[in-house]
């Protein structure tokens, strides 16, 4: 048996109830399964608003309860058996006229007890558990809502009652032992012995999830939510934060208990007792293993587990010169607080005695003090004791892992950091198991807090992109990781180009992943004058995994990869300058990965978005052998002699091309086949062949000149002067059943990047638009060539090759 909680966030809509539909059959095929829901996401909030404004006489209620009713016949709506949805329609039109009523006496007798308040908040899970059961029966499970008010008896503390776990497990076991459809229990919900109506606290569909698990013996509890399980921090306050595959039941109790929502306290108590696993999983994402909570965890590579925080909290202070000869000061200060039923969320004493800090619910502090002023009224008469010092806008941040306690220097650690950061520790609190720490800060210091304790303990599990050029593919690369969350635990801790660039030195948003980062005319400016020293160092000294993507054309950045491969950072690049430069460049890279661990990958350098690189990387590390590589490399040149065989004059057509952007900034590096060049260079040293870019014949497309004195616009308008010779030469071709085209060919005798004309079955000769063309003829495929054919230009291509390469190198390349 196992019982599957699902949240809130689990069950919003049809959509998401569908896919928890999905959840259940397929644990069902495995297992008998207990389901336990939560109320449709925010119903409950809604409950609670409703209530208020009842309280407060507001008719406001209504619509709140109006809007709450079509939210759950939305659901109903599709359903698509006519007898289930008439049912399911009565149920809710029936438990939400209940609610107006209940709320209508409350708004005429201005008074809504606890009682009342646990009877409206039911509705939620009532409803929820309904619609559940109807979807999982649409889909072929016979299923039956089960309302826990039947099985979960409690004392009558409502809003947050106290279970009696016998009686409780005696009724659970009993019912079950009876049902034959798949249960889908409410949860959150249970009942005095007498039957009136309890809830077992915010938060509490875990813990009715935890009562079952235990009553039944269950091989596992999963809590379904909407995170890959407990995380390092709260993922939507810390950008980093990661999954934990394994956690102790005392530690997450401790991170649950300081503020860590994701399980609610009380949940674990009973899993523990009765030695069941709590599986936390992702409804989103199912099939990740998600987070495993168990007596004794794996020991983790991390000292820290987890950090979260409790949002606000009060520090109520007690001190006075006479505490030290007051005895027993600290015991009567607990149980007058015990007795007026205030929570003490952490306790500070100075070794001293001379004062005691206490962390309370801010909205009790009031009270407190009131208590704590009339239990040691006498001492305060006589001047032994101060007035209690209430200080509210606070928050409690703790740091928990169980392997804290026989490691020095974690609190070093924290403070420095905490230090660094100018964070004041206004108290602090360390268990004697030392399990956590935790510290009371100011309010607006929490989410500062916790994003540097993240750092300062888990920075080696940081993820940071930094991107050198957001011309086309830089800003197409962009977009399209925006588009998709596959880098959506890494951050885009800085950005480039040659004027300007935009560092992660704490105040860049690393979630905004736009070229706009090194704009200044864009608040909030973040940029500064670019500077390669200290843009490589800062690199260098990030700690975690560290990936440059280098969109540049810049030829200057061979001594910048070097370092940062050696330092252990990746580098993906669609920039070829840097692998098709002088052959001891190349002899560098390499060398600088071999010692660094630092990995280059360059997959959009030769033939845009196509296999080109892997595919002959593969070939060969597999022990076949390049001969020759030949083909049409460049999707300019292909265009071009395409439009050219068609009849289109050489200057337009080049025009055409570089409004479609196949062309480089500047066409003239197409038309010298240096691009070309160094895409072969690239291809046969890949291939092992060891040569220099002068070792490459080359016969460039445009005519002898001063082409390249020109400025742009002077070239394009100069450029008509060469259509006519141009027109000739295709002409000729054509005249022999030939077809113009522009041929790269590397192998052993010889490297050629010429303007040439192959005869008509040619595969060159078929090449259409911007196709790209390459041949590779190797040990293995002598008779007939491996031909990779297909566009080869266009940022959104190239940028889609440069992504590839970044998938790769997150899997697999550098180093922390
Ligand atoms: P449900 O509706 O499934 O019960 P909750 O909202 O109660 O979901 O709990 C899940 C939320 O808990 C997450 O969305 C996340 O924002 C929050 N959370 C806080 N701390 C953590 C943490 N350490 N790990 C995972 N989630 C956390
Ligand atoms: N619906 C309840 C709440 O929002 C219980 C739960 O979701 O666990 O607190
Ligand atoms: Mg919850």
């Not at 289930?84 to 008074?111: F, N, P, Q, W, Y």
């Not at 050198?468 to 800085?494: C, I, K, M, N, P």
């Amino acid at each position: 048996m196992k019982v599957l909680k699902f949240g809130g966030t689990s069950v919003r809509d049809f959509e998401r109830i569908s896919r928890v539909a999905d959840i259940v059959r397929s644990a069902a095929k495995e297992s008998p399964v207990a389901v336990v829901v939560s109320a449709l996401g925010g119903i409950t909030d809604q409950l609670l608003a409703a209530a208020t404004a009842s309280l407060d006489g507001e008719e406001e209620f209504v619509q709140i309860c109006d809007i709450m009713q079509s939210r759950h016949e939305e659901v109903v709506a599709q359903i698509e058996d006519a007898d289930d949805r008439e049912a399911l329609l009565a149920t809710v039109g029936e438990c939400i006229g209940e609610l107006k009523m209940i709320l209508a006496g409350v708004s005429l007798v201005h008074e809504c007890s606890p009682r009342t308040r646990d009877k409206v908040l039911s509705v939620g899970e009532r409803l929820s558990s309904q619609l559940v059961a109807a979807v999982l029966r649409q889909k072929g499970t016979p299923a039956q809502a089960c309302d826990a008010r039947a099985l979960v008896v409690t004392d009558r503390a409502f809003g947050s009652a106290a279970v009696e776990l016998e009686t409780t497990y005696a009724r659970v076991r009993e019912h079950f032992a009876d049902a034959r459809d798949l249960q889908v229990v409410t949860g959150f919900l249970a009942a005095t012995p007498e039957g009136e109506t309890t809830t077992l606290g915010r938060g509490g569909s875990d813990y009715t999830a935890s009562l079952l698990g235990a009553a039944l013996e269950a091989e596992s509890i999963e809590i379904w939510t909407d995170v890959d399980g407990v995380q390092s921090a709260d993922p939507r306050r810390v950008e980093g934060a990661f999954s934990l595959d394994q956690l102790s039941y005392d530690e997450l109790l401790e991170l649950s208990h300081f503020g860590a929502k994701v399980v609610y306290p009380p949940t674990v108590h009973p899993a523990r007792k009765a030695a069941i696993p709590l599986v936390i999983k992702n409804t989103l994402n199912p099939t990740f293993p998600g987070t495993r909570v168990v007596e004794a965890a794996d020991a983790s590579e991390h000292i820290v587990r987890g950090i979260s925080s409790i949002s606000r909290i009060a520090l109520v202070r007690l001190e006075g010169d006479g505490m030290m000869g007051i005895p027993g000061t600290a015991g009567r200060l607990f149980r007058t607080l015990a007795d007026g039923g205030i929570n003490v969320i952490l306790i500070s004493q100075a070794s001293s005695e001379h004062s005691i800090c206490i962390a309370v619910d801010p909205e009790r502090a009031g009270e407190a003090r009131t208590l704590v002023h009339r239990e040691f009224d006498r001492e305060r008469d006589i001047g032994l004791i101060d007035d209690l010092i209430v200080d509210e806008n606070l928050s409690i941040v703790a740091v928990v892992g169980s392997d804290m306690n026989d490691r020095p220097g974690i609190s070093g650690r924290l403070f420095d950091a905490l230090g660094r950061a100018g964070i004041n520790v206004r108290a602090i609190a360390q268990g004697s198991s030392e399990l956590n720490i935790s510290l009371a800060v100011s309010a607006d210091d929490e989410t500062l807090t916790l994003r540097t304790l993240h750092d300062a303990f888990f920075a080696e599990t940081r993820r940071h992109l930094f991107l050198l050029g957001v011309g086309g593919v830089g800003s197409a690369l962009l977009e399209q990781l925006r588009q998709t969350d596959v880098f959506a635990g890494w951050s885009l801790s800085g950005v480039a180009n040659s004027r300007r660039m935009s560092l992660d030195r704490g105040r860049l948003d690393r979630t905004t992943w736009s070229p706009a980062l090194i704009d200044p005319s864009e608040p909030p400016d973040t940029s500064e004058p670019a500077d390669l020293e200290a843009l490589a160092s800062f690199i260098l000294t990030t700690p975690g995994r560290r990936i440059v993507i280098d969109c540049t054309a810049s030829d200057e950045l061979v001594p910048l990869y070097a370092r940062l491969l050696e330092g252990g950072v990746s580098v993906a690049s669609a920039n070829k300058k840097p692998f098709a430069g002088a052959q001891s460049d190349w002899d560098r890279l390499v060398a600088a990965q071999a010692t660094g661990g630092g990995r280059t990958y360059y997959e959009s350098t030769v033939g845009a978005g196509l296999p080109v690189v892997r595919t002959l990387q593969d070939l060969v590390v597999t022990g076949d052998r390049l001969e020759q590589v030949e083909g049409l490399f460049s999707g300019t040149l292909g265009f071009l002699t395409y439009r050219l065989r068609g009849g289109a004059a050489f200057s337009e057509a080049l025009k055409e091309a570089h409004d479609l952007g196949y062309t480089e900034p500047d066409p003239r590096e197409d038309l010298s086949g240096m691009d070309v060049l160094r895409k072969l260079l690239i291809l046969a040293r890949l291939g092992g062949a060891r040569l220099e870019p002068d070792d490459v014949a080359l016969d460039p497309l445009l005519p002898a000149g001063d082409w390249w004195d020109l400025e742009l616009d002077e070239l394009w308008r100069r450029l008509p002067d060469v259509d006519a010779g141009i027109a000739e030469r295709v002409a000729e071709a054509a005249a022999r059943s030939r077809s113009l085209t522009f041929l790269a060919r590397w192998n052993e005798d010889s490297a050629t990047v010429t303007v040439d004309d192959v005869a008509a079955d040619h595969p060159a000769a078929s090449a259409v638009e911007s196709e790209n063309l390459f041949a590779f003829t190797t040990a293995r495929y002598r008779d007939r060539a491996l031909v990779i054919r297909g566009p080869g230009a266009g940022a959104q291509v190239t940028a889609a090759g440069v992504f590839a390469d970044l998938v790769h190198a997150a899997a697999e390349g550098g180093r922390s």
